[in-house]
Antibody, heavy 118, light 107 residues
Framework: QVQLVQSGAEVKKPGASVKVSCKAS????????IHWVRQAPGQGLEWMGW????????YFAQKFQGWVTMTRDTSISTAYMELSRLKSDDTAIYYC???????????WGQGTMVTVSA | DIQLTQSPSFLSASVGDRVTITCRAS??????LAWYQQKPGTAPKLLIY???TLQSGVPSRFSGSGSGTEFTLTISSLQPEDFATYYC?????????FGPGTKVDIK
């Protein structure tokens, strides 16, 4: 079935980087943008940006520009989100999601908990 | 950037109640609005897209309406499995902002 499966939980120290993967299956990976959304503990959803698996184009929320990298490997239908210079308030669940046209985010990964702690 | 507000932020209701959640956009977004349901420990689930189209597999007690700047999500008869947090999201432009959420709790 159509699904996005993310990598497992991470614990990082402040100043480090984290790279989260999102493996697509059940559909043509290059056909839809992949977005990344994060959710701090007890908080709402924060949109981070997207990558086009087709050509690698990216677009980031202004807050994350210069700080986040999004890449993909079409040979294994996997998108990646790397966040650098981590701070404690980057502790959150990070989700990938497929955008269906400009309609909605119809498929979500299960989320990856990233904890930033000294 | 387009901002979304939701009201109420918290709602206490009983099984069988009719529930309405409102989402307002800071500027017109046509019908580029989606609604999601999120239960604790799980990813958001798409309920409604294009303001009023029910996602496949979503019960018909959920409905959406509105266009421009004001939108509503209605649950016609609240069921035990509907207690969750609901978010609206616009897809009119970037950033693809979400509303702050409405938590629906058991009275």
């Amino acid at each position: 079935q159509v699904q996005l499966v993310q990598s497992g939980a991470e614990v990082k120290k402040p100043g480090a980087s984290v790279k989260v993967s999102c493996k697509a299956s059940g559909y043509t990976f290059t056909g839809n943008h992949i977005h990344w959304v994060r959710q701090a503990p007890g908080q709402g959803l924060e949109w981070m940006g997207w990558i086009s698996p087709d050509n690698g184009d990216t677009y980031f929320a202004q807050k994350f520009q210069g700080w986040v990298t999004m890449t993909r490997d079409t040979s294994i239908s996997t998108a990646y989100m790397e966040l650098s210079r981590l701070k404690s308030d980057d502790t959150a669940i990070y989700y990938c999601a497929r955008e269906q046209g400009i309609i909605a985010f119809d498929i979500w990964g299960q989320g990856t908990m990233v904890t930033v702690s000294a | 950037d387009i901002q979304l507000t939701q009201s109420p932020s918290f709602l206490s209701a009983s099984v069988g109640d009719r529930v309405t959640i409102t989402c307002r956009a800071s500027q017109g977004i046509s019908s580029y609005l989606a609604w999601y349901q999120q239960k604790p420990g799980t990813a958001p689930k798409l309920l409604i897209y294009a303001a009023s189209t029910l996602q496949s597999g979503v019960p018909s007690r959920f409905s959406g309406s509105g266009s421009g700047t004001e939108f509503t999500l209605t649950i016609s008869s609240l069921q035990p499995e509907d207690f969750a947090t609901y978010y609206c999201q616009h897809l009119n432009s970037y950033p693809r902002a979400f509303g702050p959420g409405t938590k629906v709790d058991i009275k």
